[in-house]
């Protein structure tokens, strides 16, 4: 099978799962979208390096790099003037609203171990791996995270997303 082939299959399989993943990561749905395409863009150039038993180990590792990286720049903490509200999706239930908004007041170390920890169900190791951190941080960080979770909206509404 050639490259392009490859990765083309690749992406049809495994695009819809990064841009969710990366909407949890960074909170917003336009920004989520330009991550994926920045993080496809540098898994296609390292392609013929990626190995064929874990595309998605470095997929994911690349995407949350991208996001970090871009929640780094200066450019995305000022606010943008539009002449138009844009159109917004409205959430599924209110308790989903809360907890997305919620999860993007983390900051960007504690909102990457919870996604990474409990929406991809990764474990610590594997976590710890993909962040470059000990599993100590990665442990502290998704604690951290969680309590700062049920802090903002309570512990009922975590257990009820379970």
Do not use: N
Not at 45 to 52: E, H, S
Not at 64 to 92: G, H, N
Not at 112 to 118: E, G, K, S
Request: charged content about 35%.
């Amino acid at each position: 099978m050639d490259r392009d082939r490859e990765f083309d299959e690749y992406v049809d399989a495994r695009a819809l799962v990064m841009r969710r993943t990366a909407y949890l990561l960074c909170g917003d749905w336009h920004r989520a979208e330009d991550l994926v395409q920045t993080a496809l863009t540098k898994l296609y150039v390292a392609w013929p390096r990626v190995r064929r038993d874990s595309p998605d180990a470095y997929a994911r590792k690349v995407l949350v790099r991208t996001a970090i990286d871009d929640s780094r720049r200066a450019f995305r903490r000022r606010e943008t003037v539009v002449d138009k509200v844009p159109d917004t999706r409205v959430p599924d239930t209110a308790s989903d609203f809360d907890v997305r908004r919620a999860l993007a007041s983390l900051p960007a170390g504690q909102r990457a171990a919870v996604v990474l920890r409990y929406w991809e169900d990764l474990s610590v190791k594997e976590t710890a791996r993909l962040l470059g951190r000990t599993e100590g941080t990665v442990k502290s960080q998704a604690a951290k995270g969680l309590a700062a979770l049920r802090a903002l909206l309570g512990h009922d509404v975590l257990e009820e997303q379970r």
